[in-house]
């Protein structure tokens, strides 16, 4: 009878040396795997954590520059998904009347000045228009200079248009 199994043949031994190479291989990407999972986990963490920081620090600012209470920050975070200075403030425009904020109008509030006024109005009293003045210069050119008479006429009549 003749044998085929030849169990002096190490091919056999051969696939489990390499089996345990390939075991062990797989082992280490598990673990190198796990290590980035990790990794990545704590980087997240981190990046959430700054973009929290920034948006609250975007809100306070502008909440502290039209002079809200900054309590009002958790309300305006829990509302906006994209923080930015002009969501904040379009956000105070149309919810402000929740924390007691009133929008400061548009226009500004001009306040006259009435010394100024006083001192303009009194500087231009007695002022001659222009086109009235034209007139006077064309009188005092078409004078001839030969009679007094026509000279205090021509003044009288300026100083009656002036009155």
């Known amino acids: 009878m003749s044998n085929n199994n030849n169990w002096d043949n190490d091919d056999d031994l051969d696939f489990l040396e390499a089996s345990n190479d390939q075991t062990d291989g797989i082992k280490d990407l598990r673990k190198a795997k796990?290590?980035?999972e990790k990794r990545i986990k704590e980087l997240t963490e981190r990046l959430e954590k700054f973009e929290r920081q920034?948006?609250?620090?975007?809100?306070?600012k502008v909440l502290e520059s039209k002079g809200v209470n900054s309590k009002a920050a958790r309300l305006?975070?829990?509302?906006?998904?994209d923080v930015n200075e002009e969501a904040v403030s379009n956000w105070l425009r149309d919810n402000g009347d929740l924390i007691g904020y009133q929008p400061e109008s548009q226009e500004p509030v001009v306040q006259p000045n009435v010394r100024e006024f006083s001192r303009q109005d009194g500087a231009t009293q007695f002022a001659a228009t222009p086109d009235v003045s034209d007139e006077y210069v064309d009188?005092?050119?078409n004078y001839n200079g030969n009679s007094e008479e026509e000279l205090l006429s021509i003044i009288q009549s300026i100083s009656n248009k002036m009155q």
């Open 139 to 141: 009188m005092l050119q």
């Open 34 to 36: 796990r290590a980035d």
């Open 76 to 81: 305006i975070l829990k509302d906006l998904d």
């Open 54 to 60: 920034e948006r609250e620090g975007t809100v306070a």
